[in-house]
């Protein structure tokens, strides 16, 4: 029997995505979000969803461009500090020691010891409630080489990215292989 948690903004697990911008002055700024994903396939679009609140909600707007980056587990530290200093108060990229680089497609930095990046051009800005989700077209997709297998396509297991659980405000690791998808239910 399933017990009713009532209406909440809950999906399990959530990505731990790293949301990376300029500000008016040129300055690089980074931001943790876990509310994020595909939003669509042709075009490639990813969507974010920030309160107005935050400094990357006007970087965002200003710059019509921003990067998703996403860690590995090596890296949960900063990336939990991303998501609670500001960067209209600090930068968090001499705090944490990690390197902006500058997209060559679209004008946004992303984070160089980070292993995966999305870099995004404003494509839509839905205003929701209490959050906007910001729908990114992806320019192109970054991946270290030592997460990409042979045939070009990224190994989670060698990437090893966070996951988060809203609730509970925990981050994970991703777990065992448990099968390949689109096969497995031939079986049943």
């Not at 209209?88 to 060559?104: I, N, Q, W």
């Not at 494509?123 to 409630?129: A, N, R, S, Y």
Request: hydrophobic share 35%; with cysteine.
């Amino acid at each position: 029997m399933k017990k009713s948690l009532g209406t909440k903004s809950l999906l399990y697990p959530t990505p731990v995505l790293v949301v990376g911008t300029y500000d008016k002055a040129g300055k690089a700024n980074a931001m943790t979000v876990a509310w994020g994903g595909i939003v669509c396939s042709q075009p490639p679009c990813v969507g974010v969803s920030l309160r107005k609140a935050t400094y990357t909600y006007g970087n965002i707007l200003e710059r019509k461009a921003f990067t998703v980056c996403i860690s590995s587990e090596k890296y949960v530290k900063e990336v939990d500090y991303f998501g609670v200093a500001s960067g209209k108060k600090e930068d968090k990229f001499a705090v944490t020691g990690l390197t902006p680089v500058r997209s060559d497609c679209v004008d946004a930095p992303y984070i160089e010891e980070f292993p995966f990046v999305l870099e995004c051009e404003l494509l839509h800005t839905i205003e929701i409630g209490f959050h906007t989700q910001f729908i990114g077209e992806i320019k192109d997709v970054k991946a270290e080489e030592s997460i990409v297998d042979e045939k070009g396509l990224v190994d989670v297991e060698k990437f090893r990215p966070l996951l988060y659980t809203p609730e509970i405000r925990k981050y994970y690791g991703v777990g065992k292989f448990l099968g390949k998808a689109f096969s497995m239910g031939k079986d049943i």
